[in-house]
């Protein structure tokens, strides 16, 4: 079937019409091909295909430095220029606040602002994973391919931090070593790198139980320097797997970086974004749109390992901080003490049943993709603050989210500027400053 790539979805496929108008998500295709598909699902609705050639390919088409561009499952949209990316991802908000947040055209034209980014494209991770998979009874590492039951082998990625490039190698190369000796049981390995630091940690997620401590320890020091070696004990179901504990094979233990004004040590289960210089971006969205005062108390609900509290405690008279997991909060309290800051209240709970009594003036929320709970957005309305800063990673519980908080009555969304954390993929973030209505 000949199709045309219309646009790029919330997702790493294109989409298309037929003749008859009926939406093809397609994999491979990117905005502005002519391609070949094969349709692969014919859905009464939708239909899902695959490309088997490009006849025309778009003006947008770029050689991407990768090689495993459409198997390997980091970068799907990687073919694109970054320029045609950022349009697309300032498309998908604008889309997701008309459809699903009912905003007028001439309201989402109010509210968008330029989607904001960094210089850097490719090389800007300081975080990646690699799955481990035996194959032929061989044990290998490898990334998740689109197809995610496949194990693709690299030597590299692109994405990467380019300081520490050389690390993937020789970290697959020690640990495939071992693992055809003998069974490691690894689950996951993540390595995290530091161009500001310097700092390079080796997390090996296993399940609790016997380990060869020593042995991998000796072999993952030969192989590459890195500052910290651990390993992350997990238990439980496979879909419900939970951190048992952390244990220092060799270095320190944690991983540090340096961000805006800060230095924070973080323990390998606590989540950190991907993209330090992007997340600087959102820290300076978040203090624009809060303009939080001295005398000012500040909440700072999903809180993680503090991105956000610390900047909001060196400009608060107070913060009340709160986080449900658990490595985050003990990193929190951690990074609290490098930076020498004693006025913040940290909560460890849920965001709901550990809603702070104390009343605040500015409020921050970074929820997870399922976004707020509906008793969440009652409870930040019955706050006396002036401003909330929301820091969304998915448009669409965004959208939802902000037409709930306007049905409430309030707070009204001011602005929304969506920031580009994650080149070469679809994924965007967006920071909402939502000031509190006027009465009558």
């Not at 990768?66 to 320029?83: D, R, T, V």
């Not at 161009?195 to 993952?220: D, H, K, N, Y």
Request: proline share 6%.
């Amino acid at each position: 079937m000949r199709l045309t790539i219309d646009t790029m979805t919330y997702g790493p496929d294109g989409l298309a019409r037929t003749d008859e108008g009926k939406a093809v998500f397609v994999s491979g295709g990117l905005i502005g091909d002519t391609v070949e598909a094969r349709i692969t699902d014919d859905g009464p609705s939708f239909s899902r295909a695959v490309v088997e050639e490009v006849l025309e390919p778009s003006a947008d088409r770029v050689q991407a430095p990768c090689p495993f561009i459409g198997m390997c499952g980091g970068c799907p949209w990687g073919g694109l220029s970054h320029e045609s990316q950022l349009a697309v991802k300032e498309e998908n908000l604008r889309s997701a606040l008309t459809r699903i947040g009912k905003f007028s055209p001439e309201e989402v034209a109010e509210l968008m602002r330029p989607i904001r980014h960094t210089k850097e494209p490719w090389g800007y991770r300081n975080k990646v994973e690699l799955a481990p998979v035996r194959e032929g009874g061989r044990f290998r590492l490898g990334m998740h391919g689109r197809d995610a039951s496949q194990v693709i082998k690299v030597d590299s990625c692109p994405l990467f931090d380019k300081k520490h490039a050389k690390a993937i190698k020789a970290v697959t190369g020690a640990l495939g070593f071992l693992g055809n000796s003998r069974d490691l049981e690894l689950e996951r390995v993540g390595i995290r790198s530091s161009r500001r630091t310097g700092a390079l940690e080796i997390a090996l997620w296993t399940p609790t139980g016997a380990f060869p401590r020593a042995q991998v320890s000796r072999v993952l020091s030969d192989a590459v320097r890195a500052t910290s070696v651990v390993r992350v004990m997990s238990k439980g179901e496979k879909r419900a797997r939970r951190v048992a504990g952390v244990e220092a094979l060799a270095g320190e233990g944690s991983w540090t970086e340096k961000i805006s004004e800060e230095n924070m040590r973080l323990s390998a289960p606590s989540f950190f974004q991907v993209n330090t210089k992007a997340a600087e971006i959102l820290i300076d969205l978040v203090m624009e749109a809060l303009d939080p005062q001295p005398d000012e108390f500040g909440i700072d609900l999903y809180c993680g390992a503090g991105t956000f509290t610390l900047p909001l405690a060196r400009r608060c008279d107070f913060v009340s901080a709160v986080e449900s997991y658990g490595p985050a909060v003990r990193d929190l309290r951690r990074n609290l003490d490098i930076a020498n800051l004693t006025n913040v209240d940290v909560i460890g709970g849920d965001a709901v049943r550990e809603f702070p009594d104390e009343d605040a003036d500015v409020l921050v929320v970074d929820p997870p993709r399922a976004g707020l709970a509906p008793e969440a957005i009652r409870l930040i309305a019955s706050t006396s603050a002036r401003d909330v800063a929301y820091v969304s990673c998915d448009p669409a519980t965004l959208a939802r989210d902000l037409r709930r908080f306007v049905e409430e009555g309030t707070f009204r969304p001011v602005w929304a500027t969506p920031v580009d954390l994650f080149p070469q993929t679809f994924h965007c973030e967006t920071v909402v400053r939502l000031t509190r209505a006027q009465s009558g």
